[in-house]
């Protein structure tokens, strides 16, 4: 059974930063892709970032590009998302997601976390 669990969530002011982690289990973790999506109150989830199974190639969404990393380290089956220059646009909640493919659409990611929350202050 494939388990994703994020953390590193909490409340920020602008222009600050954070590190999400997304730790998986359940199957071989280098054989997938890994993505970020966000999800804010009333809205749908929206793609965020994603990383190929080899760390070797990432795509971002162009409202975090320069601003978001997305990273993985397969040895500890995490991958993170470190978020600077903060917005209060990006009041969401992060979910984690594993797929076959780096691709923008949830529907097409086959597992997912339970989400943690973002919060920045303005």
């Known amino acids: 059974q494939v388990q994703l669990v994020e953390s590193g969530g909490g409340l920020v002011q602008a222009g600050g930063s954070l590190r999400l982690s997304c730790v998986a289990s359940g199957r071989a973790f280098s054989w997938y892709a890994m993505g970020w999506f966000h999800q804010a109150p009333g809205k749908e989830r929206e793609f965020v970032a994603a990383i190929s199974g080899s760390g070797g190639f990432t795509k971002n969404a162009d409202s975090v590009k320069g601003r978001f990393t997305i990273s993985r380290d397969n040895a500890k089956n995490t991958v993170y998302l470190q978020m600077n220059s903060l917005k209060p646009e990006d009041t969401a909640v992060y979910y984690c997601?594993?797929?076959?493919?780096?691709?923008?659409?949830?529907?097409?990611?086959?597992?997912w976390g339970q989400g943690t929350q973002v919060t920045v202050s303005s």
């Open positions: 997601a594993t797929g076959a493919l780096l691709v923008q659409i949830p529907n097409d990611w086959a597992y």
